[in-house]
């Protein structure tokens, strides 16, 4: 399996500032990380996701960090607005895709 | 393509009563994953199926729960004898599960069965 730790577990901003969660891993097997946005009432959906061949990735104000030795990955969110604000959630793959999931942290963008 | 549809969107049960969970994947997709979300755990991994056959069930609670998928157009969760600390949404996830390297473990959720145990 894996085990999955990820803070902070609540974070507010101010709209127009960025946002970073921290999420680590345990298992070096773990070679894909995607990051999932679930919005109230809503079911989780796929922002973006990095694979361990890579160590950034960016699209449309998401960037995603990857340290492999640090078992550490990260998701920033640059310039957030008041559709930013949902539970995110990061996870991670070590074999026959299934998902470990972090707890979440719940992001509130503040106008 | 309708999504990943979970029936019921809601259950109440008494304690010790059995609430059954319906996931239908979406149509061409070869794998169905069982997650069960609280505000506390977040999203727990419970099962998995490939084809429908169980591949991993290492997140399942041993006693009472179990999940079934007969054939590849649906699958199902049922709890047994259910406790108060059951309570929680029920989570059915499908993807095309083609491996690593691709775009395929990409999971599509459903809208989840929110079940409460008295």
């Known amino acids: 399996g894996e085990q999955v730790e990820q803070l902070p577990s609540i974070l507010r901003v101010q709209e127009g500032s960025s946002a970073s969660i921290n999420c680590t891993y345990e298992?070096?097997?773990?070679?894909?990380f995607p990051w999932y946005k679930q919005e109230p009432g809503e079911n989780p959906k796929l922002i973006i996701d990095?694979?361990?061949?890579?160590e950034r990735k960016q699209t449309q104000g998401l960037i995603v960090l990857l340290d492999k030795k640090a078992k550490r990955f990260s998701l920033h969110i640059t310039d957030t607005q008041p559709g930013d604000s949902a539970m995110y959630f990061c996870a991670a793959m070590p074999n026959y895709n299934v998902l470990y999931f972090g707890s979440g942290t719940k992001l509130t963008v503040e106008p | 393509n309708a999504g990943v549809i979970q029936t019921p969107r809601h259950k109440v049960t008494g304690k010790g009563q059995e609430a059954t969970l319906w996931c239908e994947p979406i149509?061409?997709?070869?794998?169905v994953f069982w997650y069960r979300q609280t505000i506390v755990q977040g999203l727990e991994f419970l099962t998995y199926?490939?084809?429908?056959?169980?591949?991993?069930d290492s997140g399942m609670p041993k006693e009472r729960f179990s999940a079934q998928m007969p054939n590849q157009s649906h699958s199902t969760l049922k709890i047994q004898s259910t406790q108060p600390q059951d309570s929680a949404v029920y989570l059915c996830a499908s993807s095309l599960d083609q491996g690593l390297g691709t775009s395929a473990e990409t999971l599509y959720f459903g809208s989840g069965t929110r079940l409460t145990v008295l």
């Open positions: 298992n070096s097997a773990s070679n894909y």
């Open positions: 990095i694979r361990s061949n890579m």
């Open positions: 149509s061409g997709h070869s794998a």
């Open positions: 199926f490939r084809n429908q056959a169980p591949i991993d």
